[in-house]
């Protein structure tokens, strides 16, 4: 092995590059490290990175392109941070495996703390790697410098300003290549979840000294993947030298916890709702089955579908003669969308214990119990007793269910009438099909046309707008995968969370389509996600914006009733009427402009190539 480190006599003192007798190139520390690095990463799982460009990480990049040429990840391009933070958290949600994120320093690096509140908040697994400038410039007025490490202590799993590399490694082997595939062990087993801690951003710190970028280390060209093969090394407790401004270590965002491994058995006869909100997924389902117990899902919760859902939860939430009786409520997920359930779940009188994971654990009447795992008593062991009374709680709520619910079916042709021998019978036939297919969408209508052309295979993402709580209300159980940013519940990053969610479910040739409904408002704070990289491949993505000309949600807030309309308008409502065709042919996304529930169902249906913008324009 030849590893050359600057502070050997034999090399220059400054930390130049030195040559490489073996390629006869030009070697950079920062390279070198690079490539142990990302080798480690890709090893433990890592398939795709998400690169914005900059001087400062240029050895990350120029490794990452290496690597995407030989097939060992998937490289995304984005010039903005923002729309790279997001992009990464849609591809951790859908995989649960973290994308890196690269990036150059100064506000690139604070560009992605939307993605890394929300990756936080809702237990999704991201990586970031953020170039720097080596610790004797910090604090000194130089440029594009600022305090990077721990900026984003309080929302990360693991955290470290990594020493700044000082050698060259021909052979990946050397103690700095160890010291960084430890780190990468350590950086990507937290971002998953380990010792009792939820999944989550993971924030490595990457100060490099110029030369920024060389020649690749001939171990990386001869056969890149040397990968876990090599013991862990320590790393040494001063890690960034006499200008360190803080960071490193696990942050305490998330406390770990002793997990109990044993179940918590929940006993049968006690009057029992299931709820789950975003992030439950079909175990919500499974243990509302189990229990014999009525289920309360969120569109966002993955486990809207089942014959103990509950249709129109939120009307029978407020019938006295269902809620009052509750005793104990099961959550799981984080349900967000609904007041009825947030008033449920900080009621005194009710018990509520919730399921630990995936995000922070609900605890909104400060006396929730949480725990690690459930399990339902068995039928053999409970009493006559209890199951009767089971049955009957089930029963009601089902009974008020199926009469709440609501037939969103578009009615059948009358076969009979089109097919009449008098012609006003059959006129008047026609003349009713006609009407249908000129009926003017709603928001009803939009959800329901979208979530109608959904299935297993699809992908569907919701934004933070006023649809997503229309869909909650009258749609019916479907076993689709659905995804939203509900940890934070921000409208930011919904179409690149979205794209992100479509490059992941797609690879390998997958098949399906990615649609993301959300409104205007939410659509144009995220507009930069449309620029996609030219010469990767475009996901097959709708991107469907109800266009209502601003933030309606607030019509229905309480705030409607305060200030005058003038005043509402002008900081809530925030009245828009950009054109959103014009956008989507500068971004090169395929448009339409669609206003009948006809057109909606073809287009949904149609098969999809590429990204498509779909533009629904609805009244206020």
Not at 160 to 171: F, G, M, N, Q
Not at 337 to 343: F, G, I, P, S, V
Request: hydrophobic share 45%; charged share 20%; net charge negative.
């Amino acid at each position: 092995m030849t590893t050359t480190n600057p502070a050997d006599p034999a090399a220059p003192r400054d930390g130049s590059a030195v040559s490489d007798l073996t390629g006869g190139g030009t070697r950079s520390p920062a390279t070198d490290a690079a490539a142990a690095l990302l080798d480690q990463l890709i090893s433990l799982g890592v398939r795709d990175v998400v690169l914005s460009p900059g001087s400062r990480s240029q050895a990350l990049a120029l490794i990452a392109a290496d690597a995407e040429e030989r097939g060992r990840v998937r490289l995304h391009v984005r010039i903005d941070e923002r729309v790279a933070g997001f992009t990464a958290l849609g591809i951790g949600r859908e995989t649960r495996m973290p994308a890196a994120v690269v990036c150059t320093s100064g506000t690139a690096v604070a560009n992605l703390a939307p993605a890394v509140l929300e990756a936080h908040h809702s237990a999704v697994p991201l990586l970031l790697l953020t170039a720097d400038r080596p610790p004797e410039l910090r604090g000194v007025g130089a440029n594009q410098t600022t305090r990077q490490p721990g900026i984003f202590t309080p929302n990360t799993r693991f955290e470290l300003d990594v020493p700044a590399p000082t050698e060259t490694d021909d052979t990946g082997t050397g103690d700095q290549s160890a010291m960084l595939r430890d780190i990468a062990d350590q950086a990507v087993a937290a971002a998953i979840g380990d010792s009792g801690r939820p999944a989550g951003p993971v924030h490595l710190n990457l100060p490099f000294r110029e030369p920024l970028a060389g020649s690749f280390p001939p171990w990386w060209t001869a056969d890149a993947g040397i990968g876990a093969e090599l013991p862990d090394a320590p790393i040494d407790d001063d890690q960034s030298g006499a200008l360190y401004q803080g960071g490193g270590g696990v942050g305490d965002a998330v406390d770990a916890v002793s997990v109990d491994e044993s179940a918590h058995v929940l006993v049968r006869g006690v009057r029992t709702l299931v709820v789950a909100g975003e992030g439950a997924g079909s175990r919500a389902e499974a243990l509302a089955w189990d229990g014999g117990w009525p289920l309360v899902a969120e569109i966002v919760s993955g486990a809207r579908f089942g014959r103990h859902l509950v249709h129109a939860y939120r009307e029978l939430l407020h019938r006295p003669e269902l809620s009052e009786p509750i005793e104990r409520v099961i959550v799981l997920g984080h349900p967000t969308l609904a007041r009825e359930t947030t008033a449920l779940l900080t009621r005194d009188d009710v018990e509520v214990i919730a399921l630990r994971g995936p995000g922070e654990t609900v605890n909104l009447n400060g006396a929730t119990l949480a725990v690690a795992e459930l399990a339902v008593a068995p039928a053999s062991e409970s009493t006559t007793a209890a199951l009767e009374a089971d049955r009957a709680w089930l029963g009601a709520w089902m009974r008020a269910s199926r009469a709440a619910s609501v037939d969103l079916s578009v009615p059948a042709p009358d076969g009979a009438a089109l097919a009449s021998s008098d012609p006003q019978t059959r006129l008047g036939a026609i003349s009713t099909e006609l009407a249908v297919l000129r009926e003017r969408l709603d928001r009803v209508s939009l959800v329901d046309a979208v979530w109608r052309a959904t299935w297993p295979h699809d992908r569907l993402v919701f934004g933070s707008s006023r649809l997503v709580r229309v869909a909650d209300t009258v749609l019916p159980g479907k076993k689709v995968t659905v995804h939203a940013n509900r940890g934070l519940a921000g409208i930011d990053g919904t179409v690149a969370t979205g794209i992100g969610v479509a490059i992941a479910s797609q690879a390998d040739g997958a098949a399906g389509v990615t649609r993301v409904v959300l409104g205007d408002l939410a659509l144009l704070h995220d507009v930069g996600s449309l620029l996609l990289a030219p010469g990767e491949t475009a996901p097959r993505i709708q991107v469907i914006v109800g266009n209502d000309a601003g933030g309606t949600i607030f019509d229905g807030l309480e705030v409607a009733a305060l200030g005058s309309k003038a005043q509402r308008d002008r900081v809530l409502y925030t009245p828009q009427d950009a054109d959103l065709q014009a956008l989507a042919a500068a971004y090169g996304w395929t448009y339409a402009r669609i206003d009948t529930r006809a057109a909606l169902d073809q287009a949904l249906t149609a098969p999809v190539t590429g990204p498509q913008l779909i533009e629904v324009p609805l009244p206020r």
